[in-house]
Each structure stands twice: as structure tokens, then as C-alpha cells.
């Protein structure tokens, strides 16, 4: 268990009120649990900078009844096998499949190989979710 530090901050009124009234609405106990959240948030951006080992989530929704495209994704997704931990595919209804692709890795590699999903030809939605291996935060 870390050892617990306070530490005190002084910032203008207003800004203050705001902070209070997104806390409220993202349900955040109190004020140090968004602190702690919006400092690891920052601590998680500067390791995709820095080009350590990250970890995160590809979402890609795309149509089903193109066949080739199936074929394609999947074998982008061969070429950076080392860096896919697991996949899932749901048949959303009868015209749309979603497909989650968890990666850790580089982040320069995340990057490419999410970028090559999302501009393939027919992919209707594709995002990147950043996240973390957790090393390095508390
Ligand atoms: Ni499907």
C-alpha cells in the first residue's frame, strides 16, 4: 500500500465550481478520487508518447455481407499477431458485425495497426481506446 500524501490547492472559485459539478456528474465520490483519475489519465497519455508498453481496445464496425472485407481485416490482423492479446466478434444484427481487438504493445505499432483497420474499405466505424498495462501506475 502507497503512503497517502495531501497536499493542498489553490485555484480560482469558479473553476472550482465547474470541477465540483463534473465530479458530480462523472459520480466521483469526492474530489480526490477525480484528482487521482485525471492525474493517472495524464500518466497514461505521456507512456503512448513515450513509447513505452501499452496496452488498449480497437473497436471496428463494419458490414458483414462484404466478404472480402472479412478476409482482409483478418489478415491485417495476422500481420501484427504479436501484438493482439484476443479478439471478439458479435453479430450485431443481420448486416453489421463488431469486432473488439485487445492489443498491447508499442504504441507506434497500436497506432498502425489501428489505422490500417480503420481505412479499410467498408469499415463504417473504427476507434482506438488507449489504456494501459497498469505497471506503472498506483
Ligand atoms: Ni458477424
Same mark, same amino acid.
Given at each position: 500500500m502507497s503512503e497517502i500524501v495531501r497536499f493542498g490547492v489553490s485555484l480560482e472559485k469558479e473553476?472550482? $465550481?465547474k470541477f465540483d459539478?463534473?465530479?458530480?456528474e462523472k459520480k466521483y465520490p469526492n474530489r480526490s478520487e477525480a484528482i487521482r483519475d485525471l492525474i493517472r489519465e495524464n500518466l497514461v497519455k505521456r507512456e503512448w508518447i513515450e513509447g513505452k508498453e501499452v496496452a488498449g481496445a480497437i473497436t471496428l464496425v463494419f458490414d458483414h455481407h462484404k466478404r472480402e472485407l472479412v478476409n482482409i481485416l483478418t489478415d491485417i490482423q495476422?500481420?501484427?499477431h504479436t501484438?493482439?492479446?484476443s479478439s471478439q466478434h458479435i453479430h450485431l444484427d443481420?448486416?453489421?458485425?463488431l469486432e473488439i481487438i485487445v492489443v498491447r504493445g508499442k504504441p507506434t505499432e497500436v497506432r $498502425?495497426?489501428?489505422?490500417?483497420?480503420?481505412?479499410t474499405k467498408g469499415v463504417k466505424y473504427g476507434s482506438l481506446s488507449i489504456a494501459t498495462t497498469g505497471k506503472e501506475l498506483v
Open positions: 473553476l472550482l $465550481e459539478i463534473l465530479i458530480k495476422h500481420d501484427f501484438l493482439i492479446i443481420h448486416d453489421n458485425c $498502425e495497426l489501428a489505422d490500417k483497420l480503420r481505412a
